[in-house]
């Protein structure tokens, strides 16, 4: 376990305040930090919350409402090609206050049935992670006590981990792993023979793989595989799968706190009660609104050209600096500067633009390097004219003080 004392301690926007705070902007800041989508979900949703106000004085249904799984298990079942009754709404589908929530209760869950399953075992539980990674998968295995295990996830194995690779010893002990396709930060997306051969990693082994799959509908072109069309390749079964939608990028709605997990119904049953005793729930208002927003793909559409609108402005503007490329998806550039930190620092400071050091999402690996602390990451979720503006700030604060870095000091060719 990593020397650990808070979750103060790795938060990465703790850890940018930190870095930040002290020093003023040198322009009206641009705060690319975050991804917080700033384009609005549709009208709609007030008038749903609005309908169902009588609603309030309930406590959330754990279960949500029929009407909300039914239609997030028909979204599941068009979105992925699934064969009819592969979902059902009753058994494998749970409404969730957004993906967050339910990733850190799931690992919250899956520690626990390993407990109860192994007893009083010598070493803890491990949990599986992706180096980079969002913040929450190593806070849910802080918390509970398990032993965090980074997996590599850089350019020279496609920005994916290779849990295969690990010593089966060490996957033995495993009571849950994530997986995050379109990756954040990375934006890379797992191939669907990826995603089967995890499925079946967890099953021989015997641990929880989690999907995190919050960004499966920002895309350019092609929408990403997920790991439901990969069970449909291993013959249908949803034994040892999660995996986690939500409504927050999907439909630019993070403060409306709505999700689902779907997956085998053992497992679903597990996080239920974990949400139970220490979650919250989802509300009836909130449901209906996000029963419509599931149905609904127009307003998705529009967040898909709202994206690529940006992305092509970073394209025309970034060229071939930083390392630019054309995610699979999300919404986040992963740009090499050579010093994340220092880049981060001297972007706030001289051009009042509010980047995230990749290396605080990251843990430096047994070789002591950290995967991320070449990077910058940027969110693209502004509007046209404040991204083109972030993007030309990067690069006239950034340009010549990355080339004259490299020049200094040559670009390692074995890390991404």
Same mark, same amino acid.
């Given at each position: 376990?990593?020397?650990?004392?808070?979750?103060q301690?790795?938060h990465?926007?703790a850890?940018l305040?930190?870095?930040?705070d002290?020093h003023?902007p040198?322009?009206?800041p641009?705060l690319?930090?975050?991804?917080?989508?700033k384009?609005?979900?549709?009208?709609?949703?007030?008038?749903?919350i609005a309908?169902a106000?009588?609603?309030?004085s309930?406590?959330?249904?754990?279960?949500?409402?029929?009407?909300?799984?039914?239609a997030c #298990?028909?979204?599941?079942?068009? /979105?992925?090609?699934?064969?009819?009754?592969?979902?059902d709404q009753?058994?494998?589908?749970?409404?969730?206050?957004?993906? %967050?929530?339910g990733?850190f209760?799931a690992?919250?869950?899956?520690? =626990?049935?390993y407990?109860?399953?192994h007893?009083?075992a010598?070493e803890?539980p491990?949990?599986?992670l992706?180096?980079?990674?969002y913040?929450v998968?190593?806070?849910?295995?802080?918390?509970?006590?398990?032993?965090?295990?980074?997996?590599? #996830?850089t350019?020279?194995?496609?920005?994916?981990?290779?849990?295969?690779a690990?010593?089966?010893a060490?996957?033995?002990?495993a009571?849950?792993?994530?997986?995050?396709?379109?990756?954040?930060? =990375?934006?890379?997306a797992?191939?669907r023979?990826y995603?089967a %051969?995890l499925?079946?990693?967890?099953? /021989?082994?015997?641990?929880?793989v989690?999907?995190?799959e919050?960004y499966?509908?920002?895309?350019a072109e092609?929408p990403?595989?997920?790991?439901?069309?990969?069970a449909?390749?291993?013959?249908?079964?949803l034994?040892?799968l999660l995996?986690?939608?939500s409504?927050?990028?999907?439909?630019s #709605?993070?403060?409306?706190r709505?999700?689902f997990?779907?997956g085998d119904?053992?497992?679903?049953?597990?996080?239920?009660?974990?949400?139970?005793?220490g979650?919250a729930?989802v509300?009836?208002?909130?449901?209906?609104a996000?029963?419509?927003?599931?149905?609904d793909?127009?307003?998705?559409?529009?967040n898909r050209?709202?994206? /690529?609108?940006n992305f092509a402005?970073a394209?025309?503007?970034?060229?071939?600096?930083?390392?630019?490329r054309?995610?699979?998806?999300?919404f986040?550039?992963?740009?090499d500067?050579?010093?994340?930190?220092a880049a981060a620092l001297?972007?706030? %400071?001289?051009?009042?633009v /509010?980047?995230?050091?990749?290396?605080?999402?990251a843990?430096?690996?047994p070789?002591?390097v950290?995967?991320?602390a070449?990077?910058? %990451?940027?969110?693209?979720v502004y509007?046209a004219?404040?991204?083109?503006e972030?993007?030309?700030?990067?690069? =006239?604060t950034?340009g010549?003080w990355v080339?004259?870095?490299?020049a200094?000091?040559?670009?390692?060719?074995?890390?991404?």
């Open positions: 376990m990593p020397n650990r004392r808070s979750f301690s790795f990465p926007f850890r305040g930190r870095l930040l002290a003023p040198g322009a009206e641009i690319l930090s975050i991804g917080e989508p384009n609005q979900p549709p009208a709609f949703v007030a008038e749903e309908k106000a009588a609603t309030w309930s406590y959330p249904p754990p279960r949500g409402t029929e009407a909300y799984r039914g #298990a028909d979204w599941l079942t068009g /979105r992925y090609a699934l064969p009819a009754g592969m979902i009753a058994k494998h589908i749970l409404p969730l206050p957004g993906s %967050r929530e990733l209760f690992v919250v869950a899956a520690v =626990q049935d407990q109860l399953k007893g009083n010598a803890p491990v949990v599986l992706p180096n980079p990674f913040h998968y190593a806070g849910s295995a802080l918390a509970v006590g398990a032993e965090p295990v980074f997996v590599p #996830a350019a020279a194995s496609g920005f994916m981990p290779d849990y295969a690990l010593d089966a060490l996957l033995k002990r009571a849950f792993c994530f997986l995050n396709s379109p990756a954040n930060p =990375q934006g890379a797992a191939g023979d995603l %051969r499925i079946d990693l967890a099953r /021989r082994h015997d641990f929880v989690g999907f995190d919050c499966s509908e920002i895309y092609t990403p595989a997920g790991a439901l069309e990969a449909i390749d291993l013959g249908g079964s034994d040892h995996v986690f939608h409504l927050s990028k999907r439909s #709605a993070p403060g409306l709505c999700g997990a779907a119904a053992a497992l679903i049953d597990s996080l239920d009660v974990a949400l139970r005793v979650g729930g509300s009836h208002p909130i449901l209906a996000g029963a419509r927003l599931w149905r793909e127009a307003h998705v559409e529009a050209d709202y994206y /690529r609108q402005l394209q025309r503007i970034l060229g071939n600096r930083f390392g630019f054309q995610p699979a998806g999300g986040f550039l992963w740009l500067v050579g010093d994340g930190e001297k972007l706030w %400071r001289e051009a009042g /509010r980047v995230l050091p990749g290396g605080y999402m843990e430096p690996g070789d002591g950290n995967p991320g070449r990077y910058i %990451r940027v969110a693209l509007d004219a404040s991204t083109e972030g993007l030309n700030r990067i690069v =006239q950034l010549d080339g004259a870095r490299d200094e000091q040559p670009l390692a060719a074995a890390e991404g």
